[in-house]
């Protein structure tokens, strides 16, 4: 059977450390006279991760490492998440919808669906999409729904597309789309033949 990206991780042994960076596009010039500064916000920015997966055995670490071989670099593209925070701190309560359509690039969004008094906590995953279209976002303060079931919603990066009135969001093991932040892939094999493997993750923004 032919590959189909987005591929889903092993569902062997989970991650021993993921270190998850943010990355922003943001100029600082300073005046060498009075050391006056100029900031500049270029408005990119993107999630990156340093992924460390626990020693293996071999059966376990084969799944792994055919895993990085298919994806052929930074060819291919694959859904993760954050198992820790898989789960939202805020109730959520109802069913949360984009309240009418929002560009790309935005950065604060308008849901409505809650139930009157759902909260979101800052921290919160949630994306939107499926498949290809995944984006992961993280929510930046905390918000609660008035009585209407409507709140906005301050997220960490941009939309990365163009959403649809009602647009539904994903709020519990919610995914982002990834690519190998380059095309070299290694793993190790070491006393009492355990494997070790790392890599580098960055979030697709081929559009």
Not at 45 to 56: I, T, Y
């Amino acid at each position: 059977m032919a590959l189909s990206y987005p591929l889903a991780l092993p569902n062997t042994k989970g991650m021993r450390r993921i270190n998850i960076r943010a990355i922003d596009v943001v100029g600082l010039q300073a005046s060498p006279l009075t050391l006056e500064q100029t900031v500049y916000d270029w408005g990119g920015d993107m999630l990156a991760a340093d992924v460390e997966l626990p020693p293996m055995v071999r059966a376990d670490a084969e799944m792994w490492v055919t895993f990085l071989l298919s994806l052929r670099g930074s060819l291919g593209t694959f859904l993760m998440g954050d198992s820790v925070g898989a789960a939202p701190r805020g109730t959520w309560a109802g069913t949360p919808l984009l309240a009418g359509s929002h560009a790309a690039g935005v950065r604060t969004v308008a849901m409505d669906g809650f139930s009157a008094g759902a909260t979101g906590k800052a921290g919160d995953w949630l994306n939107w999409g499926s498949g290809s279209s995944t984006r992961l976002h993280k929510v930046l303060q905390d918000f609660t729904a008035d009585g209407a079931g409507q709140a906005t919603v301050e997220i960490y990066p941009r939309l990365r597309a163009a959403l649809a009135d009602n647009a539904p969001v994903t709020n519990t093991n919610a995914m982002g789309l990834w690519r190998l932040a380059s095309n070299g892939r290694e793993w190790s094999i070491g006393l009492g033949q355990m494997y070790g493997l790392r890599f580098s993750a960055i979030e697709d923004l081929s559009g």
